[in-house]
């Protein structure tokens, strides 16, 4: 088959496929059927597995090609797939809205990838990226279609008003109401129920509004309210059984509903020959009425026994009197004081002017006669001997029968309060004040550090492809100084992750997708490898000990590997004699992960610092500083396990770093992953 017929084949396949499984797999197989590849691989490509080889195909949108691939070739998997055995491959990359995809081609033969070959790689590359971004918005079309479809037709009044308030689209619900000039208002009575309205702005022509029922729910809060102001409790009998009894009564005998409902009412109730019904659970007395209904059913309306109630009333309100800290005079209705209480005593004086006049202790006249007259509070004096000045009360009446109450508040406490309450709304606006601005800030970070990436990925991508002389021979000197580029714009890459982290970790923005992880998975794992690869080329030993007993965890394997990398990293760094040590053991309901290093150890000082935010160790060594942020971002990422990280270390001593994480994942953990 031809070059043109090949391009047909797939343009058919693009027309044909419905969905993007059977679109790539009829793509691989006749990929492998027309181009003499031997293997072809589909992979799916994100943050966390993306290399830089994918980077520079993905953002040039280029296609990357080695007809002579061997122990040196430029992109790690062409390395790999020379050691199986192929000696030609190419990378084409499938771009839509939502996918990056790259299709990786082996053949055992040199050569394969001619110049009509890489047109027609292209022409493949731009033909299905574009149908798969067809068949992803037809995608998000029929669910936005389908969900406003079930979304519009419930069982609330939903519609679309426009300026005028004139209903333009109506659901099911809504097609026989008036529902229009709704615009304005929050709640409205439609064929005798009422419905709250919920509004939500379209565009500045058009309304979204949704009506719900509330009348069952006002009825039933005015029932509750008006049981609760009268004062009885309903108890339903059937067949001898307790089916329903008042929360109320439920609440003041201190019994679980459960315990009642479905027993013997004689097991609960004890009734007398006065109308009187007994309850033993709390030795009260409750006057009662039966009705008497049809099938055994029977209503019991239980009343409170309301001169016990008063008694413990006056009781309570004496003991208030007597203790209260305001200033309290009981007079009858013609102003002679008839008692005092004890802040009376303690505030005025303790010369008790008993069948005085209450003007004789109160003034001015005017503004006593208007408290006596009005039931407002009104600003007066009273002299007191204790203090042998006037004090500024605010005072109040309160009728009871044929007596009268004169409440009195020290002014002073009152000012004292609202300048304490003033104080306080300050302080609050403050604290809102300074998180705003921390907001701000990490949001800021969280911006200015994403727009950082993209110019910062075609800088790593452009570079490589100079390396590569894509664009013409460079000589070595020109080489050293676009590795250098390379080099430092993958530095700038890691400190920008890195400030990233920090800002995710400061907004809560960090979610973990926890998964049973295998510690022998971590060890195994490229970045572990790279990082004992590099302590041995330092001459350094380098140990990774599992514990036997120790099992798989529920945990975040990205977000473990980058605690790891980090400790790891530390240690090779301050470390130039001996070696490193990781050891993993099992504690209780826990795992314990040691990173022990024989390095130059950490002083007392720098230990309580150290995993605060830009602060950095040994700042006088020679390394690359950093930004301060790497055990930073490590102790939040332990927290948000659930677990805890501490070090142990002495100058010239080496240091122990070890964090404990739960076995079973953070107590709040989501559904894990299998």
């Given at each position: 088959m031809g070059i043109e017929t090949l391009v047909d084949r797939i343009l058919y396949i693009c027309n044909t496929a419905n969905d993007k499984e059977s679109l790539l797999k009829w793509i691989q197989e006749e990929l492998k059927n027309e181009t003499g590849v031997e293997e072809i691989i589909l992979k799916d490509v994100n943050e966390k597995n993306m290399s830089n080889s994918d980077s520079y195909v993905l953002n040039t949108k280029k296609i990357l090609i080695d007809n002579k691939m061997s122990d040196y070739s430029l992109v790690p998997e062409f390395i790999e797939a020379y050691k199986k055995g192929y000696k030609s491959g190419a990378i084409v990359p499938i771009v839509s809205d939502e996918e990056k995809i790259l299709i990786y081609l082996y053949s055992s033969k040199e050569e394969i990838f001619n110049e009509a070959l890489r047109d027609a790689l292209t022409i493949i590359s731009i033909i299905v990226s574009k149908d798969l971004s067809n068949k992803e918005l037809y995608i998000k079309l029929n669910r936005l279609a389908k969900y406003f479809d079930i979304a519009f037709n419930n069982n609330n009044i939903k519609a679309i008003l426009d300026e005028n308030g004139k209903a333009i689209i109506k659901n099911d619900m809504a097609k026989n109401l008036d529902i229009s000039n709704l615009?304005?208002?929050?709640?409205?009575?439609?064929?005798?129920?009422?419905?709250?309205?919920?509004?939500?702005?379209?565009?500045?022509?058009?309304?979204?509004?949704?009506?719900?029922?509330?009348?069952?729910?006002?009825?039933?809060?005015?029932?509750?309210?008006?049981?609760?102001?009268?004062?009885?409790?309903?108890?339903?009998?059937?067949?001898?059984?307790?089916?329903?009894?008042?929360?109320?009564?439920?609440?003041?005998?201190?019994?679980?509903?459960?315990?009642?409902?479905?027993?013997?009412?004689?097991?609960?109730?004890?009734?007398?020959?006065?109308?009187?019904?007994?309850?033993?659970?709390?030795?009260?007395?409750?006057?009662?009425?039966?009705?008497?209904?049809?099938?055994?059913?029977?209503?019991?309306?239980?009343?409170?026994?309301?001169?016990?109630?008063?008694?413990?009333?006056?009781?309570?309100?004496?003991?208030?009197?007597?203790?209260?800290?305001?200033?309290?005079?009981?007079?009858?209705?013609?102003?002679?004081?008839?008692?005092?209480?004890?802040?009376?005593?303690?505030?005025?004086?303790?010369?008790?002017?008993?069948?005085?006049?209450?003007?004789?202790?109160?003034?001015?006249?005017?503004?006593?006669?208007?408290?006596?007259?009005?039931?407002?509070e009104v600003n007066l004096k009273i002299f007191s001997k204790v203090k042998n000045?006037?004090?500024?009360?605010?005072?109040?009446?309160?009728?009871?029968?044929?007596?009268?109450?004169?409440?009195?508040?020290?002014?002073?406490?009152?000012?004292?309060?609202?300048?304490?309450?003033?104080?306080?709304?300050?302080?609050?606006?403050?604290v809102e004040r300074f998180k705003n601005e921390s907001d701000l800030k990490t949001q800021f970070i969280y911006n200015i550090s994403h727009d950082l990436k993209t110019p910062l990925t075609n800088i790593k991508g452009f570079s490589t492809l100079l390396l590569n002389e894509e664009f013409g021979n460079l000589n070595e000197e020109q080489k050293s100084y676009i590795k250098i580029i390379i080099d430092e714009s993958e530095r700038l890459m890691q400190l920008i992750t890195q400030i990233l982290d920090v800002a995710k970790l400061s907004s809560g923005k960090i979610k973990l997708d926890l998964q049973k992880v295998n510690f022998q998975d971590i060890k195994n794992n490229p970045s572990i490898k790279a990082l004992e690869e590099m302590a041995t080329k330092k001459g350094l030993f380098f140990v990774f000990n599992i514990d036997y007993d120790v099992p798989e965890i529920i945990a975040d394997p990205n977000r473990l590997i980058q605690i790891f990398v980090n400790l790891i990293s530390n240690a090779i760094k301050f470390t130039d004699k001996g070696g490193i040590t990781i050891h993993i053991s099992k504690k209780n309901k826990n795992?314990?992960?040691?990173?022990?290093?024989?390095?130059?150890?950490?002083?007392?000082?720098?230990?309580?610092?150290?995993?605060?935010?830009?602060?950095?160790?040994?700042?006088?060594?020679?390394?690359?500083?950093?930004?301060?942020?790497?055990?930073?971002?490590?102790?939040?990422?332990?927290?948000?396990?659930?677990?805890?990280?501490?070090?142990?270390?002495?100058?010239?001593?080496?240091?122990?770093?070890?964090?404990?994480?739960?076995?079973?994942g953070p107590k709040s953990k989501k559904k894990v992953k299998e």
């Open positions: 615009l304005e208002k929050s709640n409205v009575i439609i064929n005798n129920k009422i419905y709250n309205i919920e509004k939500k702005s379209i565009d500045e022509k058009y309304t979204y509004i949704e009506m719900s029922d509330i009348s069952d729910k006002i009825i039933k809060e005015g029932i509750e309210s008006l049981i609760n102001k009268i004062g009885f409790y309903l108890v339903i009998i059937n067949d001898g059984k307790i089916s329903y009894i008042d929360k109320n009564l439920i609440n003041n005998i201190n019994i679980d509903k459960d315990e009642v409902i479905g027993k013997n009412f004689d097991l609960f109730f004890r009734i007398n020959g006065n109308n009187e019904l007994i309850l033993p659970l709390d030795n009260n007395i409750y006057s009662y009425e039966k009705v008497s209904l049809n099938q055994g059913l029977e209503i019991y309306i239980l009343y409170k026994d309301l001169k016990k109630d008063l008694d413990a009333l006056n009781n309570t309100l004496i003991e208030i009197i007597k203790n209260s800290n305001d200033i309290i005079i009981k007079t009858n209705k013609d102003g002679f004081i008839k008692e005092v209480n004890e802040s009376f005593i303690k505030e005025i004086s303790n010369d008790i002017p008993i069948s005085s006049n209450i003007i004789s202790i109160l003034n001015p006249q005017e503004d006593v006669n208007k408290l006596f007259n009005s039931n407002n000045s006037d004090i500024n009360v605010t005072c109040r009446k309160i009728t009871l029968g044929d007596d009268i109450l004169i409440i009195c508040k020290n002014n002073y406490y009152k000012d004292a309060v609202e300048l304490l309450n003033k104080e306080i709304i300050k302080k609050e606006r403050e795992v314990k992960v040691e990173v022990i290093d024989t390095g130059i150890g950490i002083s007392k000082e720098d230990k309580a610092k150290l995993f605060k935010r830009f602060y950095q160790v040994n700042k006088t060594r020679n390394e690359k500083t950093g930004t301060g942020l790497g055990l930073s971002i490590v102790k939040g990422l332990v927290n948000l396990h659930g677990g805890r990280i501490g070090v142990n270390s002495e100058p010239g001593k080496g240091s122990n770093f070890y964090f404990i994480i739960p076995i079973n």
